[in-house]
């Protein structure tokens, strides 16, 4: 017991010396979040979102909003959308039978660092102009490797003409018969499968309204990708603040159940200075 004491006086005296010394103090707080800047990568949804010619467009319904006869103010809205339309996720299961729903994409493929592919010289003069193998190629010889587990992003430019329908889709018009005459740039299908067949890839973004480019009838981008449980984020914006490497995506769909898309929040975390 005399023994215990005397410890316990021992390192009193030695914790007391040290705080008088001014030379402890408490440890740093270690943040759980990536350090960098963050980039919203996502348009919002309002009476302005560009949607597919075929599809439903955002419509905000007000419910309520002002003060109560309780004497608190109050809003709330009902909101209707389609899947596709705005920045949102393709789910496999959008064009492989069978393959992922929306809420069934594992949260590790939502989250990665970012890869970006940046082809704005091409698609400035060519509204149908479609990545290739040799431009991902190109951007490896600049930086290396595609990493495994990568979030490749292909910057094309087009998110600079929101809203602009015409502009951005190269039609305006709504309607199936808008369908063929939709023109903005896409992934080419050869490229797609190469990733497909040689790397390791979570998820594919770009920043024009679909993956394969306007004038496509087959979607076999989208097919050869989704067969691969591979997601596509598909009208993200603001690619141009990201550098080639080292950034982190993180992008979360609404959470749908059976979902074949879903409205997308996605982000970068760019690099510190």
């Known amino acids: 017991m005399l023994a215990f004491r005397a410890m316990r ?24 979040f990536p350090a960098g800047e963050l980039v ?9 979102t560009i949607f597919w010619p075929t599809s439903d467009v955002f419509r905000l319904d007000k419910v309520s909003e002002g003060v ?15 899947e596709h339309g705005g920045t949102h996720v393709d789910a496999p ?12 994409i594992p949260l590790g493929r939502l989250v990665g ?12 003069g060519d509204a149908d102009y479609q990545v290739t193998t040799a431009d991902i190629q190109q951007g490896e010889q600049q930086d290396g490797p595609i990493p ?21 889709l190269g039609t305006a018009e709504r309607g199936p018969d808008a369908v063929a005459k939709l023109h903005f740039p896409g992934l080419h299908p050869d490229a797609a499968r190469w990733l497909t067949a040689s790397r390791q890839i979570r998820a594919i973004g770009i920043d024009t309204a679909s993956i ?3 004038q496509s009838t087959q979607y076999e981008s989208h ?40 409205p997308l929040r996605a982000i970068a975390v760019l690099p510190p200075p």
């Open 68 to 82: 109560t006869p309780a004497g608190y103010y109050y809003a709330a809205n009902n909101l209707f959308t389609a």
């Open 93 to 104: 299961v959008h064009f492989a039978q069978g393959r992922q729903t929306v809420d069934r």
């Open 223 to 262: 097919r050869a990708l989704f067969d691969r449980d591979i997601p596509a984020f598909e009208n993200l914006t603001s690619l141009e603040r990201l550098p080639r490497r080292g950034a982190i995506v993180i992008a979360l769909p609404m959470k749908i159940g059976g979902g074949s898309g879903a």
């Open 40 to 48: 919203d990568l996502s348009h919002t949804y309002d009476a302005s």
């Open 212 to 214: 394969d480019y306007g």
């Open 9 to 32: 006086n021992i390192r009193s005296v030695i914790c007391f010396a040290v705080l008088a010394t001014g030379c402890w103090s408490p440890p740093a707080a270690t943040s759980l």
């Open 113 to 124: 660092s970012a890869v970006v592919i940046d082809v704005t010289a091409r698609a400035s």
């Open 148 to 168: 495994a587990d990568a979030i490749v992003l292909l910057r094309t430019g087009f998110s600079q003409r929101w809203p602009d329908a015409a502009r951005y």
